[in-house]
């Protein structure tokens, strides 16, 4: 019997999924392994954890895997590809792999080989299509540095771009107390400095905050959301226009922390899409990109096999 895994390495979280040709038998979840942001050794410590979990779960040994498919921002650079296969192969040296981009295994997990569009907003941020000849396209997700709209790495920096706006302005927002608490800071002096260190803190955890504010009523923070939902609901009409321009629109899906977290987000993102393209289908479950990275590792045992 072949056994297949499915990872899905992101920038907070790693997910794994642990299967045979017809059941799931273990999923885990790890640390952060996007090589990129957080480098080579911690990636190594979430991949082989979520992996070692798998395998105990469901009671497999590491050599009995015989594929694996790993979804992972920077895949298509050489060099991140082949840190990851390193790395996956130190636990399984004849271990089958195929690496290729979050925004593929989430494509996968929503629509399979068909049609359609799917937004990500976790910790970044990008949109990518596929259109009925199978030509695809994408936009965002250029990095935390010079992309990433609407994900929570953004929203997290923004937060503090909003904050000081409102003090020069003279307003209150909740969001200051919330971001000084959570960073264990004591003056706005002091925010100032660690917001502009080298290197940036954790951006991505002041998102949370931006939601519970929001939905506390605070008006910075709830503005600072529908921007988010503007910008994500701007790449997807972005792909949309490449790969569906005209009627019957390829439906859309989500996924991603950002869109499970905030309704103002998700309302926002559905209504500038509804205005732009009438009719359009918008799926209401989140997808889960492991899923898809399962899939392809399935996909890739049957062309070795067929």
Same mark, same amino acid.
């Given at each position: 019997?072949?056994?297949?895994?499915?990872?899905?390495?992101?920038?907070?979280?790693?997910?794994?999924?642990?299967?045979?040709?017809?059941?799931?038998?273990?999923?885990?979840?790890?640390?952060?392994?996007?090589?990129?942001?957080?480098?080579?050794?911690?990636?190594?410590? !979430?991949? +082989?954890?979520?992996? $070692?979990? /798998?395998?105990?779960?469901?009671?497999? @040994?590491?050599? #009995?895997? &015989?594929?694996?498919?790993?979804?992972?921002?920077?895949?298509?650079?050489?060099?991140?590809?082949?840190?990851?296969?390193?790395?996956?192969?130190?636990?399984?040296?004849?271990?089958?792999?195929?690496?290729?981009?979050?925004?593929?295994?989430?494509?996968?997990?929503?629509?399979?080989?068909?049609?359609?569009?799917?937004?990500?907003?976790?910790?970044?941020?990008?949109?990518?299509?596929?259109?009925?000849?199978?030509?695809?396209?994408?936009?965002?997700?250029?990095?935390?540095?010079?992309?990433?709209?609407? !994900?929570? +790495?953004?929203?997290? $920096?923004? /937060?503090?771009?909003?904050?000081?706006? @409102?003090?020069? #302005?003279? &307003?209150?927002?909740?969001?200051?107390?919330?971001?000084?608490?959570?960073?264990?800071?004591?003056?706005?002096?002091?925010?100032?400095?660690?917001?502009?260190?080298?290197?940036?803190?954790?951006?991505?955890?002041?998102?949370?905050?931006?939601?519970?504010?929001?939905?506390?009523?605070?008006?910075?923070?709830?503005?600072?959301?529908?921007?988010?939902?503007?910008?994500?609901?701007?790449?997807?009409?972005?792909?949309?226009?490449?790969?569906?321009?005209?009627?019957?629109?390829?439906?859309?899906?989500?996924?991603?922390?950002?869109?499970?977290?905030?309704?103002?987000?998700?309302?926002?993102?559905?209504?500038?899409?509804?205005?732009?393209?009438?009719?359009?289908?918008?799926?209401?479950?989140?997808?889960?990109?492991?899923?898809?990275?399962?899939?392809?590792?399935?996909?890739?045992?049957?062309?070795?096999?067929?």
């Amino acid at each position: 019997m072949a056994f297949y895994l499915g990872i899905d390495g992101g920038g907070t979280k790693t997910r794994c999924v642990l299967a045979n040709e017809t059941a799931v038998l273990a999923t885990t979840v790890s640390g952060a392994s996007n090589i990129v942001r957080i480098g080579e050794a911690q990636a190594r410590a !979430s991949l +082989h954890a979520a992996m $070692r979990q /798998a395998c105990a779960v469901a009671k497999v @040994a590491h050599e #009995q895997i &015989q594929f694996v498919c790993i979804g992972a921002a920077g895949a298509a650079r050489p060099e991140v590809a082949a840190k990851l296969r390193s790395i996956l192969a130190e636990l399984n040296p004849s271990l089958r792999i195929e690496i290729v981009s979050d925004a593929e295994i989430a494509l996968a997990a929503a629509f399979g080989e068909s049609p359609g569009v799917i937004a990500i907003a976790g910790t970044g941020s990008m949109v990518y299509g596929r259109d009925p000849a199978g030509h695809t396209a994408r936009a965002g997700g250029w990095g935390f540095a010079i992309s990433d709209e609407g !994900s929570g +790495h953004w929203i997290g $920096r923004n /937060a503090i771009s909003a904050l000081m706006h @409102a003090r020069d #302005q003279g &307003q209150e927002t909740e969001l200051t107390s919330l971001i000084l608490e959570t960073w264990k800071l004591r003056s706005i002096d002091a925010l100032i400095q660690h917001a502009n260190a080298t290197p940036s803190p954790e951006f991505p955890r002041l998102f949370p905050l931006v939601v519970r504010a929001a939905e506390h009523g605070d008006a910075v923070a709830r503005e600072l959301l529908e921007r988010a939902g503007r910008e994500l609901a701007a790449l997807a009409t972005t792909v949309l226009h490449r790969v569906a321009p005209d009627p019957p629109y390829v439906p859309v899906a989500l996924t991603g922390s950002v869109f499970r977290q905030s309704e103002i987000v998700r309302r926002v993102f559905y209504h500038h899409l509804e205005g732009s393209f009438p009719g359009i289908k918008l799926l209401d479950d989140f997808v889960e990109p492991v899923m898809g990275a399962l899939a392809l590792a399935r996909a890739a045992g049957s062309a070795k096999t067929g």
